[in-house]
């Protein structure tokens, strides 16, 4: 049985198809056809578009914040992780 590679697409080649859907000279189905995609693929990198556009015009602000809300969310994880570990030792002390 022979498997089948997925594509995979460059960022540069993305953001062209993305743009053109944007401008909507055309249809999706066309430039999908043109640059031999799937229609849905087109679609996916124009929502991922428009939905990347509040963070170009945030000033890197958006980018920032949710850096700054993973890293809170894993110094949570270690101090639960730390507390765990600090009551098993503590009850092991107290038998």
Do not use: C
Request: hydrophobic letters at 35%; glycine letters at 8%.
């Amino acid at each position: 049985m022979t498997t089948k590679r997925r594509r995979q697409y460059t960022a540069s080649f993305k953001k062209r198809v993305a743009l053109e859907a944007l401008r909507g000279d055309r249809t999706v189905q066309a430039i999908a056809a043109k640059h031999e995609i799937h229609p849905n693929q087109v679609g996916v990198w124009k929502r991922q578009a428009i939905d990347g556009l509040e963070e170009v015009f945030a000033g890197g602000r958006a980018s920032r914040d949710s850096e700054h809300e993973a890293t809170v969310r894993d110094l949570h994880a270690k101090i639960g992780e730390l507390t765990v570990e600090r009551d098993f030792f503590l009850r092991g002390l107290q038998r």
